[in-house]
Nanobody
Framework: QVQLVESGGGLVQAGGSLRLTCAAS????????MGWFRQAPGKEQEFVAA????????YYADSVKGRFTITGDNAKNTVYLQMNSLEPEDTAVYYC????????????????WGQGTQVTVSS
């Protein structure tokens, strides 16, 4: 089993920045791709960003491309989501997820999930 714990959420004004952190623990003996997803009230969960285990490949939703950056630190079993130029539309609960093999954009592919962290962007 792999446990994921997100942190770094909070309240920020539009145009501001936040950095989310996802710390993994447990039986981390495989190569995991990591993803960030979000869910706003009354909306379906959506893909935000993903990174391969090696860090060589990253993927972004069009809505965050150029504003968000996903990075990983394998030595610390941690993945980050740097969010800049935040907009009220980014308000959501952000979830970290892990899967074996390659990174994908589909939440159904991910086996392990964190509890989520709230991000609120005020206008």
């Amino acid at each position: 089993q792999v446990q994921l714990v997100e942190s770094g959420g909070g309240l920020v004004q539009a145009g501001g920045s936040l950095r989310l952190t996802c710390a993994a623990s447990g039986r981390i003996f495989r190569r995991y791709a990591m993803g960030w997803f979000r869910q706003a009230p009354g909306k379906e969960q959506e893909f935000v960003a993903a990174i391969s285990w090696s860090g060589d490949s990253t993927y972004y939703a069009d809505s965050v491309k150029g504003r968000f950056t996903i990075t990983g630190d394998n030595a610390k079993n941690t993945v980050y989501l740097q969010m800049n130029s935040l907009e009220p539309e980014d308000t959501a609960v952000y979830y970290c997820a892990a899967k074996t093999m390659w990174a994908t954009r589909s939440a159904r592919d991910y086996n392990y999930w964190g509890q989520g962290t709230q991000v609120t962007v005020s206008s």
